[in-house]
């Protein structure tokens, strides 16, 4: 089994950054895809960004050039360094694995962030 423990949430004056960690523990497949999703109230679930094992990444639109994700292969935890934040990015963030071609698939259990004067 797999466990992702998320930390870095909170609340963050418009303009301001956060940085959210996440660190996977258990069986971990070495080649593996990391990432962040977020769900507002009264929304879907949607992808943040991600960042594979050999550190190829994707971002979604709405936060290009403003998030940036990476990661420690050797420590196995991925970060997601939030600056420019919007009221529009507040949500639940979640951290997510995913092996063998999204076969297998792990959740974290999400990290408040909310961006708010």
């Known amino acids: 089994q797999v466990q992702l423990v998320e930390s870095g949430g909170g609340l963050v004056q418009p303009g301001g950054s956060l940085r959210l960690s996440c660190a996977a523990s258990g069986s971990i497949f070495s080649v593996n895809t990391m990432g962040w999703y977020r769900q507002a109230p009264g929304k879907q679930r949607e992808l943040v960004a991600d960042?594979?094992?050999?550190?190829?990444?994707n971002y979604a639109d709405s936060v290009k050039g403003r998030f940036t994700i990476s990661r420690d292969n050797a420590k196995n935890t991925v970060y997601l360094q939030m600056n420019s934040l919007k009221p529009e990015d507040t949500a639940v963030y979640y951290c997510?694995?995913?092996?063998?071609?999204?076969?297998?698939?792990?959740w974290g259990q999400g990290t408040q962030v909310t961006v708010s004067s």
């Open positions: 997510n694995l995913k092996t063998h071609g999204g076969y297998f698939n792990y």
């Open positions: 960042i594979t094992s050999g550190e190829s990444t």
